[in-house]
């Protein structure tokens, strides 16, 4: 398997713009994962999906953000409009089960100037 | 409510050196906790879980449920174990794996 495939790998974009992240999870996990990772506040939560379905998305940080999973291979997480401070490396993640190890992809470092 | 406390931002030792990455937790429930790691612009990778009781890169971790701790040791740094550090805490509920605020761990020449 070639594990959880992320795309892009570097976004640069301007201020306003919208910004669809991509993610690709390991065939047969049933749950999926974003996360942001700052300097400032480390790895944070954002979202969680089991069965494309979304259980909890309280670590959305505002309207501009949302996810979605249209199949049980697909996930994005998109910003619009975007702002400076979204800058960060956004990661996917996919596991198993709830609490079953969470396997990272590459992530995403977006950077909006 | 589910916490995960690394209180370390930074830990810098010579190669050679033990090294002891502390992770603290607070779940009311019976607990599974993780260590992850992030190598230099890399992803995050499971370096250990406390169910498995294993040995990964001469890394150990110990759950002290009486501590409420699952610290992360190793008895001789390498130069290539400088990364970041991710003490992980799974639990029932809604929530997923909580993450710790992350430590890296420099080891120097």
């Known amino acids: 398997d070639a594990g959880v495939i992320q795309s892009p790998r570097h976004e640069v974009t301007e201020m306003g713009q919208e910004v669809t992240l991509r993610c690709k999870p390991i065939?047969?996990?049933?749950?999926l994962f974003w996360y942001r990772q700052t300097m400032m506040r480390g790895l944070e939560l954002l979202i969680y999906?089991?069965?494309?379905?979304?259980?909890?998305d309280s670590g959305m940080p505002e309207d501009r953000f949302s996810a979605k999973m249209p199949n049980a291979s697909f996930s994005t997480l998109k910003i619009q409009p975007s702002e400076p401070r979204d800058s960060a490396v956004y990661f996917c993640?996919?596991?198993?089960?709830?609490?079953?190890?969470?396997?990272f992809g590459d992530g995403t470092r977006l950077s909006i100037l | 409510a589910q916490r995960v406390t690394q209180p370390e931002k930074l830990l810098s030792v010579f190669k050679g050196a033990p090294v002891e990455l502390k992770c603290n937790y607070s779940y009311s429930g019976s607990p599974e906790l993780f260590w992850y790691v992030q190598y230099s612009r890399q992803r995050l990778q499971l370096l250990l879980r406390?169910?498995s009781r294993e040995s990964i890169k001469g890394f150990t971790a110990d759950l002290n449920k009486g501590e409420t701790s699952f610290h992360l040791k190793k008895p001789f740094a390498q130069e290539e174990d400088s990364a970041m550090y991710y003490c992980?805490?799974?639990?029932?509920?809604?929530?997923?794996?909580?993450f710790g605020s992350g430590t890296r761990l420099q080891v120097q020449p």
């Open positions: 065939s047969g996990h049933d749950y």
């Open positions: 999906f089991n069965n494309n379905v979304p259980i909890d």
């Open positions: 992980a805490l799974g639990g029932t509920g809604r929530r997923a794996l909580t």
């Open positions: 406390h169910i």
């Open positions: 993640a996919s596991a198993a089960s709830e609490n079953q190890p969470q396997h």
